[in-house]
């Protein structure tokens, strides 16, 4: 036994909670009877040697072996509880009993089934919201919470509670009867937990249940007083009501506390267990919440009796959080002891430790518990506090988590949490507290956070507003998530190089990354139309820079123009046409170092027009990428358009150029004007250039035949994913390119310009590095939504988005694609985006996306907002820019990914001027989001 000072700790927690406590829970470790002596480091608890000194019996939980051992070691005792399917039973015995089952060798351990009562804190109170999750809802997964029941008809909590049980024992010798609603001490079903209208509604302490629900799931739209959300406002609810009635003063703490609740541990297995069963018959159950505990552990407690149910809920998928206990000990309580539980401490709003949060080694995570406004019985809501109210904070946690990357293993889902909390550093111990937003952005490869405060935040640009009264000089929004406003970034600020001047377009193209790796997004923003001097439209790049005080506050923003700087583009010359950053790229390296790509699609070179050509920005060095120069694929050859698009990964470069003239069959002895697609590794050759790895064209493979003005590369995206080969699986970069002028025949017809995608992956040791996956993202296969029409132009916009760990499944990989010519009954150029997996055949679960159809985008289809021209994924959201209507100056939807996957439909965002904050001008707002 792991507990030298359990009778203190069990002590310290009833006395201070309710009072007082029986006897025989309290008793001292001084008063051990011989025979406890001689028993000392066998599977009894000593404590319960002196329980029993005078001939008392004990209530115990006995842990086997195995289920076979269970037999004799019943037959000691009078059965209390049995259970399905774990080595454990719960007698009543005396200390003839105890003595027997110290000497089975199939029992495991002997200790008291001494019931606790629901630990909160008493702390000022003030009025202070759950943080709500940034992004996901948690929609698609299920909490347990294991408490005093849930008022099921609560308007934070209603419809939401998708399954109920009691488990409530009765023991005369505790004075505890049941709170189930049939008197029994088990039942299941709607109403079996039900705290609002049930026997526990008329008992103190009977609302800890539901606080503690609308922590993990609460949802408030549209409610008057409620807090906006609990953490997890889209995951179900099911509620296991575990406690007893105890109507004695002795154990509530006199008069005025009886009668009282109090919860054994022989009820939280049985619990645990119906959540074990539940999950096994396919409730999609992510955590189970256990806010309550007692003793106090500086070790691990694995020989308690609950441990067998925790583990086997850790390995069907479910985790097991628990309170830490509210002594203010650097120890924790148990069940949050037990090695495979989540132990959760509490911090203030400051960051501060809650003077009440036990702590230490065991302690696993905190999160905010100090003055926690959700819901109690009977539609209210009020402020509570203590170790109680984080740990919902934490199984909400991993519904979302759950919901944003489906294939990540539980294990993986804690340590995502563990890796990417803020460290909170004190006496004996360092502890993260969960960033939910950080775990998110981590956990997918990065979330774009401008202002460092782990919220999602969103750059909107709008290339053709007026700034100054120069027309078209362009700017972007920003908009700051958790409600933090918004902001404006041109060239007129102070920190951005240049003047805004008309027909700049500053904003054509945009990417983010932490360049300066100071833990804040850094937008880069491409003006590819500037002029400068005398040459008209040969466009700049300026990295602006992130801080603490937002996008724009600090240091002045690193600017990328031809002629100046250093390196290459030092070397290079603004040319008039050269459109400078019409295409960008940027990330992290595998080794974390930042990374820009930008295209320079129209740079003569060599006497060739529009040959093109690309800036690799690594560190403090620039590159330029030439074809057919210092390892480079191909041939320099006029109207090329190398890097009219650009995507890239961790891994790979993807560089578009949808001018390339190719050979289309090897009968043929003239080129024709169809496009190709290079890739590159970020490894360097010996020409200090990312080593070129493979190319695509439609020319082999599985591709159709190369055609004029099929533009193969106007639009291209990268992913990171898996790609397995026999027994071993490795890493990928998944390749989608855009084929907008491909035409299609349908129907017996050519309809010009219908467009397609193809879709490639870059694997390093195969051969060939880069393959082609399919070819068929198109609208023409029988089982693919929608018909090829003339000037459809379908891949004229594409997004890859991992929604999970990256490994290539059905449910986490993504392909948006946009048709921004699809006419829409009589709607000419209404637009639309099709929804891709990259696993299985195009068709098998592809998804539409219109205004107005099922998927939420709002409004109707209009004639030429050309839905689909803009386009911008993460692991939450898909964002789908229209900066050609509706409205005046355009619109941003922001789409859950449940909305176009074939899941519950959610509301989707819209970002317009005019609303939210945003100034009621522009005119093409949502031309570009990152």
Not at 218 to 230: F, H, K
Not at 392 to 402: C, D, I, Q, S
Not at 708 to 713: I, M, P, T, V
């Amino acid at each position: 036994m792991k507990r030298p000072i359990w009778a203190v700790g069990v002590a310290v927690v009833l006395t201070a909670a309710v009072g007082a406590v029986p006897a025989h829970a309290v008793a001292s470790l001084g008063t051990l009877t011989a025979t406890a002596e001689e028993a000392a480091g066998g599977p009894v608890d000593p404590l319960l040697y002196t329980d029993t000194a005078d001939g008392d019996t004990v209530r115990v939980n006995v842990v086997t072996k195995t289920r076979e051992d269970l037999p004799s070691a019943a037959g000691v005792g009078t059965m209390m509880k049995s259970f399905a399917t774990l080595p454990v039973v719960t007698l009543r015995v005396d200390q003839v009993g105890l003595e027997e089952l110290a000497t089975q060798s199939g029992v495991v351990s002997v200790t008291e089934d001494a019931p606790v009562p629901p630990p909160d804190e008493d702390v000022p109170l003030t009025s202070a919201d759950v943080a709500p999750a940034a992004g996901a809802t948690g929609q698609g997964s299920a909490i347990a919470i294991l408490d005093t029941g849930i008022d099921t008809s609560h308007p934070y909590l209603k419809d939401r509670i998708v399954a109920e049980a009691c488990v409530s024992p009765a023991d005369p010798d505790y004075s505890a009867t049941s709170l189930c609603p049939n008197g029994a001490e088990e039942q299941d079903g709607l109403g079996s937990a039900d705290a609002g209208t049930g026997p526990c509604a008329t008992v103190a302490g009977c609302d800890h249940g539901t606080h503690v629900a609308g922590i993990a799931a609460g949802e408030g739209t549209n409610l008057t007083g409620a807090p906006t959300s609990g953490v997890a406002p889209g995951a179900d609810l099911v509620s296991v009501q575990i406690f007893s009635q105890f109507n004695s003063e002795d154990f509530c703490g006199g008069p005025d506390y009886t009668p009282c609740v109090g919860s054994f541990p022989s009820a939280q297995i049985a619990g645990l267990e119906k959540v074990l069963q539940l999950k096994q018959s396919g409730t999609p159950l992510i955590a189970a919440n256990l806010s309550l505990g007692n003793g106090r552990y500086a070790t691990a407690c694995d020989d308690d009796p609950r441990k067998q149910v925790i583990d086997s809920l850790f390995n069907a998928g479910v985790a097991t959080i628990a309170a830490a206990g509210n002594n203010g000990q650097d120890a924790v309580s148990g069940p949050a002891c037990v090695s495979s539980a989540i132990a959760v401490g509490s911090t203030t709003a400051d960051d501060e430790l809650s003077a009440f949060t036990n702590r230490g080694p065991l302690l696993d995570l905190f999160a905010p518990g100090t003055s926690i406004v959700s819901s109690i019985p009977g539609g209210g809501y009020a402020a509570k506090s203590g170790t109680s109210m984080a740990a919902p904070y934490v199984a909400g946690a991993f519904a979302v988590l759950r919901q944003a990357f489906p294939e990540t293993s539980l294990a993986s889902l804690e340590s995502l949490l563990k890796t990417t909390g803020k460290s909170i550093t004190y006496t004996g111990a360092t502890t993260p507290r969960i960033d939910l937003a950080k775990a998110l952005g981590e956990g997918a490869g990065n979330i774009t956070d401008f202002n460092c405060d782990g919220v999602e935040d969103i750059a909107i640009a709008d290339p053709e507003a007026t700034v100054g009264g120069d027309a078209k000089a362009g700017l972007v929004r920003i908009v700051y998530g958790g409600g933090k406003g918004t902001f404006e970034v041109n060239q007129d600020l102070a920190t951005v190089p240049g003047d805004a001047e008309a027909n700049d377009y500053f904003g054509d193209a945009l990417a983010t990354v932490d360049y300066d790796q100071d833990d804040c997004t850094d937008l880069v923003v491409s003006t590819s139309r500037e002029d400068i001097g005398t040459a008209a439209d040969a466009g700049v790049v300026d990295v602006v820079y992130g801080s603490a005080a937002g996008l724009s506050a600090g240091k002045t923003s690193i600017h990328f123009e031809q002629g100046a700087g250093s390196g290459d583009i030092l070397a290079g010359v603004s040319e008039a046409g050269d459109r400078m950053g019409a295409a960008l790229a940027a990330g992290l390296t595998l080794t974390k170092e930042p990374y820009l790509v930008i295209g320079v699609p129209a740079e003569d070179i060599d006497g060739k027009t529009d040959a093109g050509s690309v800036y690799y920005v690594h560190g403090t060095v620039n590159r330029t990428l030439i074809q057919g120069k210092s390892g480079m694929n191909g041939t320099l050859e006029a109207g090329d358009k190398f890097g009219a698009s650009v995507a890239a990964t961790s891994e790979h470069l993807v560089i578009g150029s949808p001018g390339e003239g190719v050979v289309p069959t090897p009968s043929s002895s003239e080129e024709v004007v169809s496009g190709a697609v290079d890739v590159l590794s970020h490894e360097l050759n010996s020409y200090g250039l990312p080593t070129f790895v493979g190319a695509s064209t439609q020319v082999g493979y599985n591709s159709r035949e190369a055609e004029a003005g099929d533009q193969f590369g106007a639009a291209v995206a990268a992913a990171e994913g898996t790609v397995t080969m026999g027994p071993i699986t490795f890493r990928a970069s998944y390749i989608a390119v855009g084929v907008p002028g491909e035409d299609v025949t349908y129907a017996g017809a050519n309809k010009a310009d219908a467009g397609r995608v193809v879709v490639l992956t870059a694997v390093k040791g195969r051969n060939p590095v880069v393959d082609e996956v399919d070819t068929d993202y198109q609208q023409a296969p029988d089982d693919v939504v929608g018909s090829p029409e003339a000037g459809d132009r379908m891949g004229a916009q594409v997004t890859l988005t991992s929604l999970g760990s990256g490994k290539t499944t059905a449910t986490n990989l993504r392909m948006a694609v946009g048709v921004p010519g699809e006419d829409i009954g009589t709607v000419v150029d209404a637009g639309a985006v099709s929804i891709f997996s990259l696993v299985g055949a195009p068709g098998a679960n592809d998804r539409w996306i219109e205004a107005g159809n099922a998927t939420g985008m709002p409004g109707t289809p209009g004639t030429s907002h050309r839905a689909g021209s803009s386009l911008y994924g993460t692991p939450t959201r898909l964002y789908i820019g229209m900066p050609y209507g509706p409205g005046a100056y355009g619109a941003l939807y922001a789409m859950p990914w449940a909305n176009a996957t074939g899941g519950t439909a959610q509301p989707v965002i819209t970002y317009a001027p005019g609303t939210g904050g945003l100034p009621a001008s522009g005119l093409r707002f949502g031309m570009a989001a990152r």
